[in-house]
């Protein structure tokens, strides 16, 4: 069952946010990794909020655990986000 995963970082920045998506090897606007379906970013009051719609929790966790903490910290965005967990009832794609 699909996944909705709200990450919010609390001081962390859209520039650093962008070394990270460099750094995981994607592209702004292209495709996700395998198992992402859907992902979108923006600026909060105190840091970013990131949005994912993974197929899977596990996937999501794997590519946390392998990609987004690793990087997140190299790339100085202080601690781990919140991070909140939604079942997905129903998801769009576009055309």
Do not use: C
Not at 68 to 95: F, K, M, R, S, Y
Request: charged share 15%.
């Amino acid at each position: 069952m699909a996944v909705a995963i709200v990450m919010d970082f609390a001081g962390g920045t859209l520039e650093q946010y962008d070394q990270v998506i460099a750094k995981m090897g994607l592209d702004q606007g292209g495709t996700g990794p395998e198992g992402a379906l859907f992902h979108w970013v923006t600026a909060t009051d105190d840091g970013i909020r990131v949005v994912d719609v993974w197929e899977t929790a596990e996937q999501w966790q794997a590519f946390a655990d392998s990609q987004i903490g690793p990087i997140t910290a190299e790339v100085g965005v202080p601690g781990p986000p919140a991070v909140t967990v939604h079942q997905v009832h129903n998801h769009l794609t576009g055309p």
